[in-house]
Each structure stands twice: as structure tokens, then as C-alpha cells.
């Protein structure tokens, strides 16, 4: 029999249409089988089958890309996982610029969290406590565990029935045409045991939460939050997170019985950056920023927000999305004369630099905090953009080396030194970068093109055609194994 993966693969290149998501909520939570999983597929299979799907979703939406959300999201996701019941799963943490309140969870550890979420929830505990619950599901395999209830089908079927149900609960009119493909009865009979796994994602996620230093009790207060919303908004407005993961009384009182047990252990933590990065995406989600300015304008006016310093960040990002640069640097100016070491300020200021054409002074300004924040990858990657754009690409390639060699794998990363390697000259090296960049977005063809350009304009250099047609032999494996 062949590997699962191939016809997992195999079955998204055939119905590649319901992989384009609505509202990208993938998690789904299926009936409890024991760990019988692992003999079925293996942690590489299980982290290709993750990786297959990622890729599919990164050809059908923008994620968000930039640095600092990032660095931000990536970071609270790496706490969590370092204090989960498995630590030393290879995470993946992202975020899609969709409105909608979800986080999502996927085999091989890839973790999606919605902006919405980020934007709804009130404080970091809040995020933490979602994050921490998908982690659960990514480390309790719930998705592969259901292989255990179909083990008498075909694996194609199976794998199959996975994918359809996938979609039914991301979009429930596209998943009703793969459900009745590979009949809806078996389906719902993979949805009906979600309350085990869900009770049990609840349970190992706030047992990740407290240890990593968190509010136990930010989980059943969340949740609750998101249903007492949905009674007052109606059924069409019902948070994402409460479709795919449903929440009722009994499970929220059951969580807040779980919580009291638990004492929050106090670690270091900066709430106020969970508040600047929250500015920060509400400002790059708004559609027009003559609505971002009144919101700004209104919010800064009530007296009710005491700590309104967020908000100032938010609306000086606001002035100069909307061209103001002058008004929002003298926004925020006492932000940096109140804590001048805030890197999100810094870099704020430096944006503004770069708006108004002042390139040398914005590399000034990531120069100097290079000193305070050495090698921060937010920080690296907008000096990068800055020194390619003053026609300074080895000192760019410096930096995004350093970052290759602290383990940053972003696809951004490999695009960036891509343009680097163009812009010294250096083609093979060109083509070889940009060759990884489409392999981590999926485009595996586009991955093999690009790799015997670079084994073509390698000319006489015996080393370097080695190493290109090593990793060529890889991706056209990767790529003949789809094809099967």
C-alpha cells in the first residue's frame, strides 16, 4: 500500500478547489481513539500531510507578512508550545488577515491564528488560552487519531473523508459537495465525538497556559465572551471559534472548575507589546483610513481608557497610512520620549523616515537598535528592505544569513536574499534562493525551474552544480510523489 501522504496529496491536486478556504477554521476535533495514530502514519508523514496542506493555503490566500505581527505571534506560540505536553514538536505559527474570530490547527503542528482573534481579545491570556488549545489538538492528534474508527477503508478514501470534512467546517456550502463525493454519513460520524477532544484540548491547553505563565482563568472567561456575543448578534454573526470549536455551558462551567484549581505562575511577560501589536493589525486591516482616524480620534477622546498609550501608537501608524507623516510623527514623539527603548516605536519612527524619503536616517535608527536588540528578526528584516533599496546588498545578505543561521526558515527570508544574491551579481546563488522561496509557498515546479537555472549559470563550478543537483533530486522527488 502506498503511504498515506501520497494520496493525501494526491487528493488535493485532484480536488484542489476545496482547499480555497472562506474562513480558513480548519480545526476540527474527532473522536477519541487512543494513540493508535502513530502506527498508522508517522511523524513525517503527519508533518508532510500539515506541510501539503499549508502550501495549498498559502497559494489561495495572503497571509500576513509583516515582521513585527509575526515575530509577535510566533513568539507567544514557541512559549506555549515549550511548556506543552510535547515540546519538542516542530511548530509552525501564522497569521491570515481574515476578520473573522478563529484560530485553526492542522497535522504536523501548523497553527493558524485568524486576526480577528488577536483583535477581539482584551488581553494576552485571552490569545494565549486559544493558542494553548490548538496546541493541544496538534499534540493529542485528533485529526489522525480518527483513523483508528476507518481503519477497514481504503486509504485514499480515508484520507478523503479527511479532507471533506476539513472544509465542511471551514465553509459548510463548498464542504456539502465533498461530503456527498464520499458520502456524508461517514463524515458526521467522524464530527460527532468533537465534545471529547475538545474537553480534552480544553483541559491539556490550560495546563499549558499556567505553565507558561498565564491566566488559567482567561480560557472558560473567553469563550464565554464569544457566546454571550453571539446571543446578541445573531446566528449569522457567530464568532468562527464557537462554529468550530462549540462551546455550551457545561463545558465552559467545567473549564472554570479546572481553573480554580490553578495558580498562575508569575513570569515575565510584556502585556503592553500584546497591545501594540493589536494596534498595529487593526491598523493594517482597515479598508479606509479616514474611518481608522475617527476611530482613533473617538477611542483617544473617552476618558475610560486609561493606558492610552496603544492607542496613541495606533493612530500615529494610522497618520501615516493616511499620508499625515508630520502629524504622526508628533504623535509619536511622547510615546519615544516616555520609553525611547520601545523597539515598536523605533521602528514606527523609522517607517516614518523611510515615508518621507529620509532612507539613510531610518538605517540610522535600525543601526543603533541593533545594539540594544541584536538580531531581532523584525528589526533585521525591515534594515534589509532599507539597505536593498540604497543599493547596499552584501551587508543585507549579512543580515538575513544571520537570521538563516538562528534557524529562521520564512519563505520572506529566502525571497529577500534572493534579491540580495540578484543585486551582487551572483545568479546561481539568485536562482537558488528564489528556488526555496517557491518550495516553502508550494510551488514545487517553480521550485525545479529555478534550481536548474542555477545549476546553468553555476558554469564551471563543480561545488556549487553538486549542491543544486542534490537538492534538485529532492524537490523532483517531492514533486513526482504529488503527481502519483
Known amino acids: 500500500m502506498l503511504c498515506m501522504k501520497r494520496y493525501f496529496l494526491l487528493f488535493m491536486l485532484l480536488f484542489p478547489g476545496l482547499f480555497i478556504l472562506n474562513s480558513y477554521a480548519v480545526d476540527i476535533a474527532l473522536p477519541e481513539m487512543g494513540d493508535s495514530a502513530g502506527a498508522l502514519v508517522s511523524p513525517r508523514d503527519e508533518y508532510e500531510i500539515g506541510q501539503a496542506f499549508f502550501w495549498r493555503l498559502q497559494q489561495n490566500t495572503e497571509l500576513v507578512e509583516d515582521p513585527e505581527v509575526n515575530s509577535y505571534i510566533q513568539a507567544l506560540g514557541y512559549k506555549l508550545a515549550a511548556n506543552s505536553d510535547e515540546p519538542t514538536l516542530d511548530f509552525t505559527?501564522?497569521?491570515?488577515?481574515?476578520?473573522?474570530?478563529?484560530?485553526?490547527?492542522?497535522?504536523?503542528?501548523?497553527?493558524?491564528?485568524?486576526?480577528?482573534?488577536?483583535?477581539t481579545a482584551?488581553?494576552?491570556?485571552?490569545?494565549?488560552?486559544?493558542?494553548?488549545?490548538?496546541?493541544?489538538?496538534?499534540?493529542?492528534?485528533?485529526?489522525?487519531?480518527?483513523?483508528?474508527?476507518?481503519?477497514?477503508?481504503?486509504?485514499p478514501r480515508t484520507a478523503a473523508m479527511i479532507a471533506a470534512a476539513l472544509l465542511g467546517i471551514a465553509d459548510p456550502r463548498a464542504g456539502q459537495a465533498a461530503i456527498l463525493a464520499v458520502q456524508g454519513g461517514d463524515i458526521q460520524s467522524m464530527l460527532d465525538y468533537s465534545r471529547a477532544h475538545e474537553s480534552e484540548a480544553d483541559n491539556l491547553g490550560m495546563q499549558t497556559l499556567v505553565a507558561s505563565g498565564f491566566d488559567p482563568h482567561a480560557m472558560p472567561s473567553f469563550f464565554e465572551k464569544l457566546q454571550q456575543a453571539s446571543r446578541y448578534y445573531g446566528g449569522d454573526s457567530v464568532p468562527e471559534f464557537l462554529r468550530t470549536h462549540p462551546v455550551t455551558l457545561s463545558?465552559?462551567?467545567?473549564?472554570?472548575?479546572?481553573?480554580?484549581?490553578?495558580?498562575?505562575?508569575?513570569?515575565?511577560?510584556?502585556?503592553?507589546?500584546?497591545?501594540?501589536?493589536?494596534?498595529?493589525?487593526?491598523?493594517?486591516?482597515?479598508?479606509?483610513?479616514?474611518?481608522?482616524?475617527?476611530?482613533?480620534?473617538?477611542?483617544l477622546a473617552e476618558e475610560?481608557?486609561?493606558?492610552?498609550?496603544?492607542?496613541?501608537?495606533?493612530?500615529?501608524?494610522?497618520?501615516?497610512?493616511?499620508?499625515?507623516?508630520?502629524?504622526?510623527?508628533?504623535?509619536?514623539?511622547?510615546?519615544?520620549?516616555?520609553?525611547?527603548d520601545r523597539l515598536a516605536y523605533q521602528l514606527a519612527l523609522a517607517d516614518i523616515e523611510l515615508a518621507v524619503g529620509r532612507v539613510s536616517t531610518a538605517l540610522s535608527i535600525y543601526e543603533e537598535n541593533q545594539r540594544l536588540y541584536p538580531d531581532d528578526k523584525a528589526l533585521s528584516m525591515k534594515q534589509v528592505h532599507a539597505l536593498l533599496r540604497t543599493g547596499r546588498p552584501q551587508e543585507a545578505a549579512n543580515l538575513l544569513q544571520t537570521q538563516l543561521d538562528l534557524g529562521e526558515n520564512s519563505r520572506d527570508v529566502f525571497k529577500l536574499m534572493a534579491q540580495a544574491k540578484g543585486d551582487m551579481?551572483?545568479?546561481?546563488?539568485?536562482?537558488?534562493?528564489?528556488?526555496?522561496?517557491?518550495?516553502?509557498?508550494?510551488?514545487?515546479?517553480?521550485?525545479?525551474?529555478?534550481?536548474?537555472?542555477?545549476?546553468?549559470?553555476?558554469?564551471?563550478?563543480?561545488?556549487?552544480?553538486?549542491?543544486?543537483?542534490?537538492?534538485?533530486?529532492?524537490?523532483?522527488?517531492?514533486?513526482?510523489?504529488?503527481?502519483?
Not at 142 to 155: G, P
Not at 311 to 337: E, I, M, N, S, V
Open 93 to 119: 505559527f501564522f497569521m491570515v488577515p481574515d476578520p473573522s474570530v478563529n484560530a485553526f490547527a492542522a497535522p504536523g503542528g501548523f497553527i493558524g491564528v485568524n486576526a480577528g482573534l488577536l483583535l
Open 122 to 155: 482584551e488581553r494576552e491570556d485571552e490569545l494565549a488560552s486559544v493558542m494553548a488549545h490548538e496546541i493541544a489538538h496538534i499534540t493529542q492528534r485528533h485529526i489522525l487519531r480518527s483513523f483508528e474508527r476507518h481503519k477497514r477503508m481504503t486509504v
Open 251 to 299: 463545558r465552559i462551567a467545567d473549564a472554570r472548575g479546572r481553573a480554580v484549581n490553578y495558580q498562575k505562575q508569575q513570569q515575565p511577560s510584556d502585556e503592553l507589546q500584546f497591545y501594540l501589536i493589536r494596534e498595529k493589525l487593526r491598523v493594517m486591516m482597515a479598508d479606509k483610513s479616514s474611518d481608522l482616524l475617527k476611530h482613533y480620534e473617538h477611542v
Open 304 to 340: 475610560s481608557n486609561k493606558n492610552k498609550d496603544p492607542l496613541h501608537y495606533g493612530y500615529a501608524l494610522a497618520l501615516l497610512k493616511a499620508g499625515q507623516h508630520t502629524k504622526a510623527r508628533a504623535t509619536l514623539q511622547p510615546l519615544l520620549d516616555k520609553d525611547r
Open 425 to 484: 551579481g551572483q545568479k546561481s546563488q539568485a536562482h537558488t534562493w528564489l528556488a526555496e522561496y517557491y518550495y516553502r509557498s508550494g510551488l514545487l515546479k517553480a521550485a525545479a525551474d529555478q534550481l536548474r537555472l542555477a545549476a546553468e549559470a553555476a558554469g564551471h563550478d563543480e561545488y556549487q552544480r553538486a549542491k543544486i543537483a542534490s537538492r534538485l533530486r529532492e524537490v523532483e522527488k517531492a514533486l513526482a510523489q504529488m503527481e502519483q
